[in-house]
């Protein structure tokens, strides 16, 4: 498992994205990358900290205390039965005139295998008219994710390829708009690639590189990795 350090130096090499990195690493990333919360317990902790909404993500199952949480991050959804939790817990913030927005964890379009969390685009399409009865929140954003074993080079940066693609389908299946993209599990890749395959890791820089500009141009999401 890589530090915060090790992390942050690896972030060093991808200018155009940000890092989410665990709570304990709180106040180093107040104003320049975000949280990535366990629980409810870790929302509330960070967000006393001082960490506003946008700089706490909460993706983890069985979400609990949401009524206590959803105006205090960026809640992400694993499942259309999520989505529906959510949606009950939403009912007094909507009252009020505030959509809570919820983000999606989705599966790297062609990509082989779908993780154990989060859902396919195909799967996504098949739920859009679900998705639309839910009248207490909003959904846009997405974490991206796919079995990294073993890519790296071009490979790897095809993945990050992917995560663009598989959030631009997104806004076009919903529709939605696209506030932030988070790629999961590419920080332990990357510093595979960097070891082990020395001699394909500018590659995989230009790959990302590449992305990151396509997402200066259209997007303009926070792009994060973790």
Known sequence: MLTFEQK????????????????QNAIA??????????????????HALGLNRREIFYAAPE??????ILDKCRIVANSMEELIAINEAAA???????????GLRLAAEDFPGKPALGMTTDELRQIVYDIKQLKNISVCGCIVEADLTGL???ALGKFVRATYRTAKSMTYILPCSMPYICISGLLEAMAKNQTEHPETFEDFLQEASV?????????????YVM
């Not at 107040?30 to 960070?46: E, Q, R, S, T």
């Open 8 to 23: 942050q130096a690896l972030m060093e090499l991808l200018p155009d994205f940000h890092l989410m990195a665990d709570p």
């Open 29 to 46: 990333l107040k104003g320049v990358g975000v949280v990535n919360a366990a629980n409810a317990i870790d929302v509330l902790a960070v």
């Open 63 to 68: 979400k609990e205390r949401m009524g206590e």
């Open 92 to 102: 007094p913030f909507a009252q009020g005139g505030h959509l809570i927005m919820v």
């Open 152 to 154: 790296h080079g071009k």
């Open 211 to 223: 992305v990151g500009m396509q997402n200066t141009t259209a997007f303009y999401a926070d792009y």
